[in-house]
């Protein structure tokens, strides 16, 4: 039987079809934001070069803004400090898991689904992939990209991000999500019904991952509501401004190396 | 000028375009507005449809590399619209009046604004839906989905007729 023409053609042209839909979709799994970026590195460290002259024009225009925010900062930092000093003694003080490097954000974007960061350290200045990067009242995202210079990171908004969080400074914890369709607002999941939640308790990094230490504030409780008569899913609206980011921390946690380790030696 | 040195100078027109309203126009989380799909919904009707896929997949590739987004999710989704072209063209491209017209690219200067408005819709419905199901795929909400899939319709089909009503036919003339 012979088969017509036609056929064979709308069957090649399928199979092309098939091809290149499993090209983008091999792409797409295998994160596709760092292949990007790792594809135009050098393009971005030339990009990163005019956005930080960019950022400083931008920062010297709004040097009120920053000087309030940074006030802001400094006073809860100043009450953390307090508390401190108050629970502990000077011996629990040394060996801290934890060690920040100071960045300025040069480049940031906050309207699309996929948003992400440039800060202006690289591997030059210790950044390494899959460090965390906070504010004192906020996890901003988690580095992806490293250049000499600047470093990529994939912003907490970014409907694939998530972070752990907790209900006040013991309470119970789940995966903290951007909502999208808010502005400025999170939602928490995976909470027990039964939990007494208030309007307005705060809620903190939980510290169960390696890229963020515990108690940062994050959000305050804003609603909640049940989700399937077993869990509540807890709106939080976000402590951090996205907007007017301008300086943030990169965390490095020295027990990284020996948590993953452990992770990865017991799979 | 030859057609084919118009259309890859319309092409790179719409990278750049692309790379630019990607960077520096972010309204909304839920609103993605995608000018490139209109290079593949204006190709001629006659273009061999295997090298219709390729040209979607290079575009949206580059599309990927140059603007903010996940390499590979707008080459998948222009390699499906481009796919289901033909098929939403023989089901709403007016007969007569365009079958002799085969080479030309689909412009308000060769069909009607009502025809073009309702393959462009369609097209993007395509465009979108899969573009929003892979993006969407770790973390899927159907309220999100629906809301986000509706709002770039609209507004991506507003934004082909204008583009259409002012630019893409005096550059293909």
Known sequence: MRIPPSLLFGLGRFLLFILLEAACIYMVSNNGIIQRYRLIGKLREVQGFFWEKYAAINEYSSLKNANEGLAAQNALLMHQLQQFKENTTPADTTDAPFAFITAKVIRNTVGTAHNYLIIDKGYNHGIKEDMGVITPTGTIGIIRGVSANYSYVLSFLNTSQQVSAKIGNDGAFGPLSWNPQRQGMATLTEIPQHLQINLNDTIYTSGYSSFFPPDIPLGVVEGFRTVNGVHLNIDVRLLEEFRSLKHVMVVENKNREEIDMLVNGTR | ?173
């Open chain 2, 1 to 173: 000028m030859n057609r084919t040195v118009k259309y890859i100078t319309l092409g790179t027109i719409i990278i750049i375009c692309q790379a630019l309203l990607s960077e520096y126009v972010n309204i909304w989380a839920l609103l993605y507005i995608a000018v490139f799909p209109q290079f593949i919904i204006l190709l001629p009707t006659s273009m061999n449809r295997s090298l219709y896929l390729i040209t979607a997949f290079a575009l949206g590739l580059c599309i990927d590399l140059f603007s903010d987004g996940i390499l590979g999710l707008n080459a998948a989704a222009l390699v499906a619209m481009a796919y289901s072209r033909p098929l939403i063209l023989k089901f709403t491209l007016p007969k007569g009046n365009f079958d002799s017209n085969e080479n030309s690219p689909l412009t308000l200067r060769t069909i009607e604004i009502t025809s073009l408005t309702l393959i462009t819709a369609l097209l993007l419905t395509v465009f979108f839906a899969v573009y929003i199901l892979i993006d969407s795929a770790a973390s899927f909400t159907f309220g999100y989905t629906v809301l986000k899939l509706v709002v770039c319709i609209i507004a991506n089909t507003l934004v082909s007729i204008l583009l259409n009503l002012t630019l893409l036919d005096k550059i293909l003339r």
